[in-house]
């Protein structure tokens, strides 16, 4: 080279060419090291980590709704099932004209579809992603949108489970509703829009709790009654099925590598509820605006009949409620949305007697043949006079028939004798003022007024003594549920023992298991047999004396008792309290009437009770009886 | 003087083995994008075959001119795709980007063109100005006042890949004949600072910049396209997930036909094929430089290195942003990515540079380059 350089100036040149050329090899080969290594780092060391994202990315989860569980009543009739409904989806990709389309849909769903345009434009990007558009769309419009499906392109339609309740007026209250989960509930406060004025605390619903979890956003979830109460039981699990996506959304197919999760459905469950019952009570209650009947069987607890009046259909708060059909159940002045069973309290009224009459006998105040001043319609204390109901007044009267006619008199000064401390003692013992833990939600808790809350009320001593005479015969600040009134009675009806009522009889597992609600024993009345003895025979005499003020429950071959109540109502007319049992030497039902704003107990009330009694009754007779003639008529029709 | 012997076999079947690898990885990649698009999954690979067919013809033809005769048209395609680089602002821009030209149903990008004009003319100039390469004058005036205009206009399109490309082109063209670094120095220095303006000061592509910074460490963190594409490299693994089974192409990788086609093959055939492309180009190169060295003339030598490393500058640049080194710039893999712009100019280079092959000697030795060839 060294010769070379020496004979040719060009030469140089060339050398240096050529050195410079291995500077830019050399460049090029480092920027190919560099490359590999990187490569290397990307496609060896990190793969299966990038692998792993990739997967995900692809992949798109598609919860598969497990069916809800079915809900029968105690015969066995369907009340609660799942409907297959249409949905109209559009997938936004396929639509090519959307102006066109939505002109040509709107007629056919009879919707205003200007919102679509406006919504595509906000995510483009999700373009394969299906947009719903109506829900429950009869057959007769998925029969005109298939036959135009040409002129709607990417129009399509899935069937979808929809909860229905074939008996829809009283299902809102019993069995509630389901709906959607919305983001706001999902990510924790969930405030049921299902609020009367009548109740201000909000319902949360603890989505940390064990079991909850799996609430997912699109899913549904139980709101109110049954469907709220048993919400882990009937919804079941959902399964989710694996599907290969495109950035965009864009369904390919399932992914071949990833099995589907099934969904499991959710257990079906039997209620007590019985259902023809449940239908006499509201034909009984037909002509009232608004009312209540809970029938229990007293014998293990098992509600029979809960009818809350206005009802409200589970069908129509399930489905997509508009915001002014909201606001016109929320202004509705009967608030149909409380369960007035439940939910609701009112003045027992004279139902309540029995209570300050077991009080009184308990604490040996008075006993059978105690005669107090006689009623000559009202009475005197201190510079106020409390009237009897009756104007004539009643007279001279033992506790025996002060019960049978109601005597509001002869309460007053029972109740004097009582006191309120021991009155308000016994009241408690008796299971008021606490819920009684029934299986449905947001159970009202009453109230009874003690000496501890007037002395926070109206300050130490500052109280007459004259407050227990109202409370004596349940007027004034004493407040219970029509179900814990029921309750009550179950107690005065048998030995004095109080079952937890409840509304589940039986659930089905997945695996075809039985499992039967056990009756639970939730209190005995403070009452001794003998006091209990006195007050049947007091409540016999209600319905079945001639001068008892419950003769309208009186049905001809069945011995039945109870006890009638008049609530003041300072808004109108008063309200009518029946609380009864039958038969009265071996009660199979309690049931507690009350009608709002509809006057005397024994003239509305009575005869609502006395409807719901000799319907189960002689039903129950067939029932019983059912057997051997199907066992008959397979014997000899059989074929 | 002129040994007229075979071309070099050896180059072009380095050249045919891409090609091929590409038709087939477009396709792949493509496929199922061009059923969503056009509902035909061959759309895209039909065009890209007849691209192919047109570049084997090309460089059968373009191996047999001589590539002497190119020499004389050379500031007219200098001058010509600078026009073009003007007349490409006032076409609709795709993506935001005026960067083709459509004639017809020829679609191609002036600054590819321009980009081997620029070779074809330096190759020329070059060789005549040998001896007065260290004058600071000569440099400056014409090249640099040519590549900067050329720059500007390319800016303004804008398409910063290619600019760079180009540049990194006419700085090696001038470095390795012979131009004093600290004169490279001072041309490029205004290049860099007129750069650094447009990207930092302007805010021009400062997302992207700042993207690319934070990808080149995170690569899932940064832009969308990085991170499929690593995504996509990743999961290929050693081996690959097999042609075709790639799933980075449904749509989660955009373009992963064109610029990032790279990434479709690195996840459907893994590192190995990767690497194994990373090897071919730059044993293509190298055939490449060694050509040059052995070209006949000095115009043979500068056309013959222009066309080599402008090939692996793009093959640098191109799969830098695809293994998430550099911030997306839109420039094609050679051979590789899906377009007839790129594949022509790449193939026209081929054929050139195969013709060149044609008129070297075997055993290099040093003789006195004449200023003319034939
Ligand atoms: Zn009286």
């Not at chain 1, 009654?225 to 039981?233: A, I, M, T």
């Not at chain 1, 229990?296 to 915001?323: C, Q, R």
């Not at chain 1, 007279?395 to 401390?421: H, M, P």
């Not at chain 1, 039986?506 to 003895?533: D, K, M, N, Y």
Request: aromatic share 10%; glycine share 10%.
């Amino acid at each position: 080279m060294e010769r070379l350089e020496h004979t040719n100036e060009s030469l140089g040149g060339f050398v240096s060419r050529k050195q410079r050329a291995r500077i830019l090899i050399g460049f090029l080969g480092i920027s190919v090291l560099v490359l590999s290594l990187r490569l290397f780092f990307l496609q060896v060391i990190k793969a299966s980590y990038y692998k792993l994202i990739s997967e995900e990315n692809r992949i798109h989860a598609v919860p598969l709704p497990a069916p809800r569980g079915t809900i029968k009543d105690r015969n066995g009739k369907i009340i609660a099932f799942n409907r297959p409904s249409y949905t109209i989806f559009l997938i936004p990709y396929e639509a090519k004209d959307l102006d066109l389309l939505s002109q040509r849909l709107a007629p056919i769903l009879n919707m205003d579809l200007s919102w679509l345009k406006e919504k595509l434009k906000a995510n483009w990007s999700k373009k394969y992603e299906r947009i719903k558009l109506k829900k429950e769309v009869d057959f007769k419009t998925i029969c005109v949108i298939e036959e135009q499906n040409q002129d709607l392109p990417g129009v399509i339609y899935q069937v979808e489970q929809t909860r229905s309740y074939p008996e829809g007026s009283w299902a809102g209250h019993v069995l509630g509703y389901v709906k959607e989960l919305s983001k706001g509930e999902l990510s924790g406060d969930l405030v049921s829009p299902a609020k009367s004025a009548d109740s201000n605390e909000p319902t949360s619903l603890d989505l940390d709790s064990p079991g909850k979890s799996s609430y997912r956003l699109g899913g549904s979830i139980g709101r109110e009654g049954v469907e709220k109460q048993y919400d882990d039981l009937l919804r079941g699990k959902d399964g989710m099925t694996f599907l290969e996506v495109t950035a965009a959304g864009k369904i390919l197919g399932p992914l071949e590598d990833r099995k589907p999760d099934l969904p499991t459905k959710g257990t079906d469950m039997k209620l007590t509820i019985d259902l023809d019952l449940q239908a006499e009570a509201e034909s009984a209650l037909a002509t009232y605006e608004s009312g209540a009947v809970v029938a229990l069987d007293p014998k293990n607890g098992e509600i029979l009949t809960l009818v809350s009046k206005p009802g409200i259909d589970a069908n129509f708060l399930g489905g997509a409620l508009n915001p002014e059909e909201w606001k016109e159940i929320l202004q509705n002045p009967f608030h149909p949305l409380l369960s007035r069973t439940i939910q609701a309290t009112y003045a027992p009224a004279s139902t309540l007697k029995l209570l300050t009459a077991g009080a009184a006998l308990e604490s040996k105040v008075a006993h059978r043949d105690t005669y107090l001043s006689p009623c000559f319609g009202s009475y005197q204390f201190g510079k106020r006079a409390f009237r009897c109901w009756r104007p004539e007044g009643h007279g001279r009267l033992n506790l025996v028939d002060a019960i049978i006619q109601s005597c509001d008199v002869y309460f007053y000064q029972l109740g004097l004798k009582v006191g309120l401390e021991r009155w308000s003692h016994y009241a408690k013992l008796c299971g008021f003022g606490e819920q009684m833990g029934v299986d449905l939600p947001e159970e009202a808790k009453g109230f009874i007024p003690s000496p501890e809350y007037y002395n926070k009320k109206y300050g130490k001593g500052e109280w007459v003594k004259n407050l227990v005479i109202n409370l004596a015969i349940g007027q004034g600040e004493v407040l219970v549920t029509p179900l814990q009134l029921a309750g009550f009675y179950c107690g005065l009806a048998t030995d004095g023992t109080i079952y937890r009522p409840h509304i589940l009889k039986e659930i089905t597992t997945t695996q075809g298991r039985v499992i039967t609600t056990q009756s639970e024993v939730l209190r005995r009345l403070p009452f001794s047999a003998s006091t209990l003895e006195l007050l049947k025979e007091a409540m016999i005499g209600v319905v079945n004396d001639a001068s008892g003020t419950g003769g309208l429950a009186r049905i001809s071959d069945v011995t039945v008792a109870g006890k009638t109540g008049t609530a003041q109502n300072p808004f109108g007319e008063a309200h009518a309290w029946f609380v009864g049992y039958a038969p009265a030497e071996n009660p199979k039902i309690v049931v507690a009437v009350l009608v709002e704003n509809a006057g005397h107990g024994g003239t509305f009330a009575a005869p609502v009770a006395k409807a719901i009694i000799e319907k189960y009754l002689k039903r129950g007779i067939i029932a019983d009886q059912k057997d051997s003639i199907i066992a008959v008529s397979s014997l000899n029709f059989g074929n | 003087m002129i040994d007229k012997s075979k071309p070099d076999y050896f180059l072009l079947a380095i050249v045919t083995i891409l090609i091929s690898l590409g038709t087939v990885m477009v396709y792949s990649a493509s496929a199922i994008l061009a059923d969503d698009r056009f509902h035909s999954s061959i759309y895209f690979i039909k065009k890209q075959i007849l691209w192919a067919g047109i570049s084997f013809f090309l460089i059968f033809v373009l191996t047999k001119v001589d590539y002497h005769k190119y020499e004389r048209f050379a500031k007219f395609f200098l001058l010509f795709s600078m026009i073009l680089l003007v007349v490409v602002l006032f076409f609709q821009p795709v993506k935001g980007a005026a960067r083709w030209i459509r004639v017809g149903p020829i679609v191609f990008q002036p600054s590819e063109l321009f980009k081997y004009a620029l070779v074809l003319f330096m190759a020329h100039s070059l060789s005549r100005r040998k001896n007065q390469i260290k004058n600071l004058k000569y440099v400056f005036l014409p090249y640099f006042l040519v590549l900067g205009i050329a720059s500007l206009l390319i800016m303004k399109e804008p398409h910063l890949g290619a600019v760079l490309s180009i540049s990194m082109i006419f700085l090696a063209l001038l470095f390795v004949a012979g131009t004093k670094v600290k004169h490279l120095l001072l041309i490029s220095a205004p290049l860099a600072v007129a750069i650094f303006l447009l990207v930092f000061a302007f805010g021009y592509k400062k997302q992207r910049v700042d993207d690319y910074l934070k990808s080149i460490s995170h690569p899932l963190e940064g832009n969308y396209q990085t991170k499929q594409s690593v995504l996509g490299l990743g999961s290929g693994g050693v081996g690959g997930v097999g042609l075709g089974e790639g799933k980075q192409k449904l749509f989660f990788l955009p373009e992963p036909h064109t610029d990032f086609v790279f990434a479709t093959i690195g996840e459907e055939g893994g590192f190995l094929t990767c690497a194994g492309i990373m090897i071919l180009f730059f044993i293509l190169t190298l055939k490449g430089l060694s050509i040059a060295f052995r070209a006949p003339d000095d115009f043979g030598f500068f056309l013959a290195f222009g066309i080599s490393f402008s090939i692996f500058i793009c093959v640098l640049i191109n799969a830098g942003v695809v293994v998430g080194l550099l911030p997306t710039t839109g420039i094609p893999m050679p051979f590789l990515s899906y377009g007839g712009s790129s594949l022509i100019f790449s193939s026209i280079g081929m054929g050139m540079l195969l013709n060149i092959s044609r008129q070297t000697r075997y055993v290099p030795s040093p003789r006195v380059l004449g200023k003319t060839g034939v």
